[in-house]
């Protein structure tokens, strides 16, 4: 026998809600051009059939050894929301000509959800703030500056003569003794070059899951192109990207990753997309000959020569302050050798003598002295100069010979004609 259901009057039904109710209550997009919410919910999680999920949930699981985690319907719909409104401030634009208020989305489409939410992960590297580090706080490597601008300031700025054979530089290799000034050039990049920063390290994209890595470096590279112009500063890259073949103990997901960027970086080549790779190493007889040929400038970033180690010490050590006559010549002599975080360190040791004189005092009291009542730091004395020399010594020139070999066959310069 058939059943019937029925209702009293006045009441609602627990099985049938007022759908037309609900809907009427949320909020509207704008009458736009705007994605019904099953083509928003194919295009973020994949369109894949709940009944599929299901049959393959465990196998995966067993696989990655996660299972993962399930959106509830609200957020998705509140994602769903949002994007229909962009769409929708997109589209007035359009229509008003304000071509001002169009902003690119923050991801691009990707074709499944593992895609876009490895994009995620990747969007914490993109430096939002500037480094503030200016072209001119960087003393001497006048070479990398130029080579720097060359590929990344001036196809923005006139990119009419960029075409061609004169295309940008696709990447470029900045090698030397650590302490030199390398990722300061970066960050002045960062400043100057007003493009996308990504500040990639190998544990951006190195993962402990299966298939991961390669897929983060396509990921890198897709996010690049959407916001291009973007530059990609890879620093350390021998971590990443060492000679293949050489350990017996190399893992096949390493090969993996290191071919995937290799394809990637090769790809920025046949495009027009100003996408900028940007590396830095310390150790650059240790990386790939594939990847030397694909980074196509490689700079030298040597230890700082007479002229910037005076400069430097002007800087960090000026008389007005130190009340001294600081003696730059004797500095200048005695410190060659020295790279420039080394010389930072110098001047913060002979800085720090006047202030250890002034604890002594202060810690010989017996009572805690108010802090607006402590007395101003004493100035630098010609013997303090003397004991930060002898406590800090060089720690970059041991393998200069080997930089300036490589830089021999393997460096770029830009040399004027009559240098040539």
């Not at 080997?402 to 310069?413: I, V």
Request: glycine share 6%; proline share 6%; aromatic share 6%.
């Amino acid at each position: 026998m058939q059943r019937q259901c029925s209702t009293l009057p006045g009441s609602a039904s627990r099985s049938s809600p007022d759908l037309d109710g609900i809907w009427t209550k949320l909020p509207r997009a704008p009458p736009t051009d705007l994605p019904d919410f099953k083509g928003f919910w194919e295009s973020r999680f994949g369109g894949k059939k709940e009944q599929e999920t299901e049959q393959n949930g465990h196998a995966n699981g067993v696989a990655n050894g996660s299972v993962r985690k399930r959106t509830s319907d609200l957020a998705v719909y509140e994602q769903f929301e949002q994007q229909a409104r962009q769409t929708g401030v997109r589209a007035a634009a359009i229509r008003d000509g304000n071509a001002d208020a169009i902003q690119k989305p923050l991801l691009p489409s990707f074709e499944s959800a593992e895609m876009r939410n490895l994009a995620e992960t990747l969007l914490r590297d993109i430096i939002r703030g500037s480094p503030d580090v200016k072209w001119e706080s960087i003393k001497g490597l006048e070479n990398a500056k130029r080579l720097l601008k060359e590929a990344v300031v001036m196809p923005i700025k006139y990119p009419k003569y960029f075409t061609g054979l004169l295309s940008p530089w696709k990447g470029i290799l900045l090698f030397g003794p650590p302490g030199t000034g390398k990722t300061m050039l970066a960050k002045a990049v960062a400043t100057e070059c007003k493009t996308t920063f990504f500040n990639i390290s190998a544990s951006s994209i190195v993962s402990k899951w299966r298939g991961d890595s390669e897929k983060l470096v396509k990921v890198l590279f897709e996010l690049a192109r959407h916001h291009a112009p973007s530059t990609i500063f890879l620093d350390e890259i021998d971590a990443i990207i060492s000679q293949r073949g050489e350990a017996r103990s190399e893992h096949e997901a390493s090969r993996r990753l290191k071919t995937e960027l290799l394809i990637q970086m090769d790809g920025l080549t046949k495009t027009n997309d100003l996408v900028f790779v940007l590396a830095a190493t310390n150790l650059p007889w240790e990386l790939d000959a594939a990847m030397l040929r694909r980074l196509e400038k490689r700079i030298l970033v040597p230890l700082p020569e007479a002229e910037a180690r005076h400069a430097m010490f002007e800087e960090l050590l000026p008389s007005t302050t130190s009340k001294l006559e600081v003696p730059y010549d004797t500095l200048v002599e005695k410190t060659e050798g020295y790279s420039g975080s080394d010389i930072r360190l110098v001047c913060k040791e002979a800085a720090m003598q006047p202030l250890r004189r002034l604890m002594s005092v202060l810690e010989a009291r017996d009572e805690l002295v108010p802090e607006e009542e402590l007395p101003e730091v004493g100035p630098l004395k010609p013997e303090d100069i003397e004991v930060a020399l002898r406590n800090t010594r060089p720690s970059a020139h041991l393998h200069a010979h080997r930089y300036e070999k490589f830089n021999q066959d393997y460096g770029s310069q830009i040399l004027s004609q009559e240098q040539a």
